[in-house]
């Protein structure tokens, strides 16, 4: 017996406060709608796929599903759920089909087998979890009774025979409204069969409900203290008879930052993107670099959470300087000067820095996905 399973993917994502359909959002590098539908690409048991789609998503869908390993139909949804299942059902030839709601990725194998069992055995499989949480039913700010034996959770996938929810659809009149297929099924059919769900296939509604994956990174930077060099420091210039040598300003706060921001994604180092034989970096700002380097991460999909710097100066004095060169900073990576921490200390007279012959500088960063 072939298997279908239609996932519902037609959503705007405006409960979830994202300005386009949450299960495009990204995590672990691929979206939430192939996370889902690669655990039903796995499974032996399913044949075809048939994904729903809002009119503005079809060809980023389309796109996504094209390789895919099982043939995979993508059709537009309707406006109300009941229209897009029923879209999605004229799609199906399969004797069984399941229903996923797509913003479910962790449903497991082991859950979908037992769905699709539970349909060659009883004519339907309800995905359901019992209650944790005792339920409690309220009348006019009161609660009348509390109950939880018996109670379950209702989940997807639900599994049905082809034949006989497509008949159920048929039945459902007009103003009627059903917030699942169980419930048509258990109207125009008979009572549905509950299977296997699980407290962790939980639905994915609001943003606090996605993934918000954070990467730190780290850099280190050294350069040399000589004459006649201005001393630039996260872009101000601090009063000294010495200046660091390089090829750019020689800013080894903002550097040691970039190579920070840039190992956090991966991305290589400064040298790899601004080469310090290039004609067009010699005597440029390292503020001017860092504005590059922050439109990759931007381009990476991720956000500058903080940063965090100590200075290793023997001299000159930097403490007076470092809310100057925060303030400076924050403002370039669009951060709040607070979680720009920026600390100074000397080496105690110890090697190149502690002869005044260099300044170092350590930096991490928390970045965020946006
Ligand atoms: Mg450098």
């Excluded at 796109?63 to 139909?73: D, E």
């Excluded at 730190?216 to 050294?222: A, S």
């Excluded at 660091?244 to 991966?266: E, K, P, Q, R, Y």
């Excluded at 200075?311 to 403490?319: E, F, R, T, V, W």
């Amino acid at each position: 017996m072939k298997v279908t399973a239609i996932i519902t993917c037609a959503g705007k994502g405006t409960r979830a406060g994202f300005d386009k359909n949450k299960l495009l959002q990204k995590t672990d590098g691929i979206t939430y709608l192939e996370k889902t539908a690669n655990v039903f690409l796995g499974c032996e048991l399913i044949d075809n796929l048939v994904i729903t789609s809002s009119a503005n998503d079809l060809e980023e869908i389309s796109k996504i599903t094209a390789n895919f390993n099982k043939k995979t139909t993508v059709i537009l949804g309707g406006d109300t759920r009941t229209e897009s299942i029923k879209n999605a059902l004229n799609a199906c030839n399969d004797d069984i089909v399941l229903i996923h709601d797509g913003a479910r990725p962790f449903v497991t194998e082991e859950i979908i087998i037992d769905c699709i069992n539970s349909v060659k055995k009883y004519g339907s499989g309800i995905a359901c979890t019992p209650l944790a949480d005792t339920l409690a039913v309220e009348q006019n700010g009161e609660i009348v009774c509390t109950e939880r034996e018996n109670r379950y959770l209702v989940q997807t996938p639900q599994g049905f025979y082809l034949k006989d929810i497509v008949f159920a659809y048929s039945q459902i009149k007009e103003g009627e409204a059903f917030t699942d297929d169980s419930g048509v099924y258990s109207k125009y059919i008979k009572p549905a069969k509950i299977s296997l769900g699980s407290p962790d296939n939980k639905k994915l509604t609001y943003a606090s409900d996605f993934n918000k994956t954070q990467l730190v990174g780290t850099g280190f930077d050294l350069h040399r203290l000589v004459e006649d060099r201005k001393l630039i420091l996260g872009g101000i210039e601090i009063p000294h008879t010495k200046g660091l040598l390089g090829h750019s300003d020689a800013d080894v706060l903002t550097h040691a930052i970039m190579d920070a921001l840039l190992s956090a994604l991966s991305l290589g180092d400064i040298g790899k993107h601004f080469k310090d034989t290039d004609p067009q970096w010699k005597d440029i700002s390292s503020i001017y670099l860092l504005k590059k380097v922050l439109e990759m991460i931007q381009n990476e999909g991720y956000k500058v959470v903080n940063i965090s710097a100590v200075i290793m100066a023997q001299k000159p004095k930097l403490s007076t300087f470092t809310d100057k060169i925060s303030t400076n900073l924050a403002q370039v990576i669009h951060i709040e000067p607070k979680r720009m921490g920026i600390t100074c200390t000397t080496l105690e007279g110890v090697g190149l820095v502690g002869r005044e012959e260099a300044i170092a500088t350590q930096a991490y960063c928390l970045l965020e996905k946006i």
